[in-house]
């Protein structure tokens, strides 16, 4: 071959290199910008003038209203229209600190972000606004899920549920702390009063959880299980709480407790699975997610008390690191599993939940690891900062279409996404398309119709599929179908690190 042949082959290989890196690469700031958007069809109660998504409207106006208490307002978890506080704090912490961390990069989104955190801190001010009572609820799970209604036409009980000094629920009160402590560093250079309402609030909270201590299982479990129960125990979100008050406050009195108490994190974590209880796989090091807070609480803390304790005999570092080493492939002491196609799995449904709260641990552990100059350890395996950012964005890029089915499980993303959520408001046709109500079991054509959702739930991420990589587009199979408040939410904060970083 001539060198000009030579030439020209060389110059095609190249060519088809940057193709194929272009074709693989994912448009980040495009999913961001629909992560954040998502939040805005999940809105329940006075729908603003702002909102871009303009098939939902008003709903649930009048929440609290046979107590006298004002509960308009939250968002509504997942594809139904019960507000729960527990994974709805959990969302709203998780946007905080992804604000906190990845704030910087999100560019335009920002607004929109803090748009999306406010909604949720502003109905928490309300759920917490008489002393003594903590607001859990609002309505009616086993009749809601009776039912295939749009939430502006729902019909069933909206009674509220509370706990209260003699019904405690710690885990609840103190996962509002965390929400609401870590927005008001948020809010801090926003808006300045606001900021301190948020956190003077976050304090009174935390006092009334620790004082009254006991679980929401005890006092509302007939309600709350057994869509939120709490398997994993109360002492995790009392110092997860504690935490987000001492990064908010510095004072000691949050650290001490913290330090007092993390020895409660060894024990062993239970897990609910498809209604049945199974202990954590790995240790308790190893679960983060609406219910238990160990991993987030060992990476959040690692970085707090890092100036305090020997780094070598942290605790939270020791625990962080043997948490990373539980997701590394190659690692000894793996206890997740991997599809064939490369997506992380944990026990029980909506497993993107775990894809994407663990990817946003592994990158702000992975700027923890580099302001540190540390590596991991997993035995004979060294884990780099830059290892720990290539394990979270290939779940990013599976999440997002990389995957054996060239399918991003992001609604609204890529050519090819989920049609057929299981979402009501989704699914139904729109007030503005059929302004007549459609009852409680008039929409049941609608959830058994194999038609596609008739409104885009944009941005939404749904459960995702199967460990064998399938996923089967129906409203009925709703462990792989449903999108969830604490799924998209720190998805919000790793996009907007490899939107910077691609």
């Known amino acids: 071959m001539s060198s000009f042949g030579r030439l020209r082959l060389v110059v095609l290989v190249a060519a088809m290199m940057v193709a194929m890196v272009v074709k693989a690469s994912q448009d980040y700031g495009d ?214 008050l001492f990064k908010a406050t510095k004072i000691p009195t949050y650290s001490k407790y913290v330090l007092d108490n993390v020895h409660k994190l060894e024990k062993s974590v239970m897990r609910n699975v498809n209604g049945l209880s199974y202990s954590s796989v790995g240790g308790s090091f190893t679960e983060f997610g609406w219910d238990t807070k160990h991993a987030g609480i060992n990476v959040l803390a690692s970085k707090l008390f890092m100036s305090s304790i020997d780094i070598g005999s942290s605790p939270f570092v020791i625990n962080s690191d043997k948490f990373i080493c539980s997701l590394l492939p190659d690692s000894p002491t793996l206890s997740v599993s991997y599809s064939p196609g490369g997506l992380l799995f944990k026990p029980g449904g909506s497993n993107l939940q775990h894809a994407t709260t663990l990817s946003f641990l592994l990158v702000v552990y992975s700027r923890y690891l580099s302001k540190s100059n540390r590596v991991v350890h997993c035995n004979n395996v060294v884990a780099t900062p830059a290892r720990l950012v290539q394990i979270a964005k290939g779940q990013v890029d599976y999440i997002l279409g990389s995957n054996p089915l060239n399918m991003s499980y992001m609604v609204g993303y890529g ?66 179908s449903e999108p969830t408040t604490y799924i998209n939410a720190p998805f919000v904060g790793v996009l907007a690190y490899f939107k910077s970083h691609p």
Not at 178 to 189: Q, R, Y
Request: one cysteine or more.
């Open 31 to 244: 999913a961001l910008t629909k992560s954040i958007l998502f939040f805005e069809g999940q809105r329940s109660g006075k729908i603003p003038s702002t909102q871009r998504m303009t098939w939902r409207k008003d709903s649930a106006l009048h929440d609290g209203l046979q107590i006298g208490v004002d509960l308009v307002g939250g968002y509504y978890d997942a594809g139904d229209n019960v507000k729960f506080s527990f994974p709805m704090a959990f969302s709203t912490t998780m946007l905080a600190w992804s604000v906190l961390e990845f704030g910087k990069d999100m560019g335009a989104d920002l607004p929109r972000a803090l748009d999306a955190i406010r909604w949720g801190t502003d109905y928490f001010l309300k759920a917490t606004s008489i002393p003594g009572f903590v607001f859990a609820q609002v309505g009616e799970p086993y009749d809601d899920h009776n039912c295939w209604e749009r939430p502006e036409d729902m019909d069933t009980p909206r009674n509220p549920y509370a706990v209260s000094k003699q019904f405690p629920g710690s885990e609840l009160s103190a996962e509002i702390t965390a929400a609401l402590a870590a927005s008001s560093m948020v809010f801090k250079h926003v808006d300045l009063q606001y900021s301190a309402r948020l956190l003077k609030r976050a304090r009174m909270v935390f006092e009334f959880a620790v004082t009254y201590q006991g679980s929401y299982n005890d006092a509302l479990g007939p309600w709350v299980c057994p869509f939120y129960c709490d398997f994993s125990g109360y002492e995790d979100e009392l110092i997860w709480g504690a935490a987000w």
């Open 415 to 480: 050519k090819k996404f989920p049609q057929r959520i299981h979402h009501r408001g989704s699914s139904l046709p729109s007030v503005g398309q059929h302004p007549q109500q459609i009852g409680c079991k008039e929409g049941s054509v609608y959830f058994g119709s194999s038609n596609p959702n008739p409104n885009e739930l944009t941005g939404a991420v749904v459960g995702g599929p199967d460990i064998k990589d399938a996923y089967t587009d129906s409203r009925v199979d709703f462990v792989h």
